[in-house]
């Protein structure tokens, strides 16, 4: 088992972005990570679901996530996937040779950031919770909204490469997924309830450009999206440097 289970986004005006996530989505107040400090960073993690959107920026110099930004201003910067066999992605990406820049193995998870130049697109962790609905990221009181808002998630995200065919091959090399598809403009990996889409770009960086989110009423967060000033077209809102495709959440 392979699903995404969190999404980050770099951005330059923390508490602007809070401000827009929450109208947008209508989600609970998020969690405020003090460990995330080692990182130079602060952040703002909101339940989706019993998955995760995290919005994080620099209050340090020299930061990973100030030099992104730099580089590219606001986007998408890593994904969080979990699985049900920390050993066995272990074991296979260290057979392949890909470095970590940071792990974790205490009581509740085990977690392992890839390399992003051995991976490309983004930073990747591979995370195992225990129990496997817990999520330490989350913080100690995380729950799922109530209602229909617990029904929403992260469907997909989108990733664009220079080689969209040659990176989704060496993501499901290192993954151990099973080999992408072609679709319509990139290629596609298949996770568990979810995928991840690679897409051309000719720009000089490459990363996560968008996400695909289910929510509760796509009109209304469409609605939110103009109100606030953001661009918003067709089933896509342009937030946090990304195009965030709307779809109805169902269950």
């Given amino acids: 088992m392979l699903r995404i289970r969190q999404?980050?986004?770099a951005v330059r005006d923390l508490e602007a972005g809070r401000a827009q996530l929450t109208a947008l989505l209508g989600l609970d107040q998020p969690f405020r990570d003090p460990e995330v400090g080692v990182f130079g960073i602060d952040n703002a993690v909101y339940a989706l679901?019993?998955?995760f959107v995290e919005l994080i920026?620099?209050?340090e110099h020299g930061t990973a996530a100030g030099r992104a930004l730099d580089r590219r201003g606001d986007g998408g910067y890593m994904l969080?996937?979990?699985t049900d066999d920390f050993?066995?992605?272990r074991a296979r990406i260290e057979r392949l040779g890909v470095?970590?820049?940071w792990t974790a193995d205490v009581a509740d998870i085990r977690a392992m950031h890839l390399h992003p130049k051995d991976l490309g697109g983004a930073i990747v962790s591979v995370d195992q919770p225990q129990p496997a609905?817990?999520?330490r990221w989350g913080g100690p009181r995380w729950r799922p909204q109530g209602g229909r808002a617990g029904l929403q998630r992260i469907v997909g995200v989108t990733i664009a490469a220079h080689d969209p065919g040659a990176m989704a091959a060496r993501w499901a090399e290192v993954l151990g997924l099973a080999a992408p598809l072609a679709i319509d403009g990139g290629h596609r990996l298949a996770l568990d309830d979810g995928q991840v889409d690679f897409v051309a770009t000719t720009d000089r960086e490459e990363g996560i450009t968008g996400c695909t989110l289910a929510v509760v009423d796509p009109t209304a967060v469409l609605a939110a999206a103009r109100s606030l000033g953001l661009p918003a077209h067709g089933d896509a809102v342009e937030a946090f440097g990304a195009r965030l495709v709307l779809r109805t959440a169902s269950g």
């Fill in 7 to 9: 999404i980050v986004f």
């Fill in 133 to 135: 609905a817990a999520w």
């Fill in 80 to 82: 969080l996937l979990q």
């Fill in 87 to 89: 050993e066995r992605e």
């Fill in 57 to 59: 920026s620099p209050v």
């Fill in 99 to 101: 470095r970590t820049v």
């Fill in 49 to 51: 679901g019993d998955q």
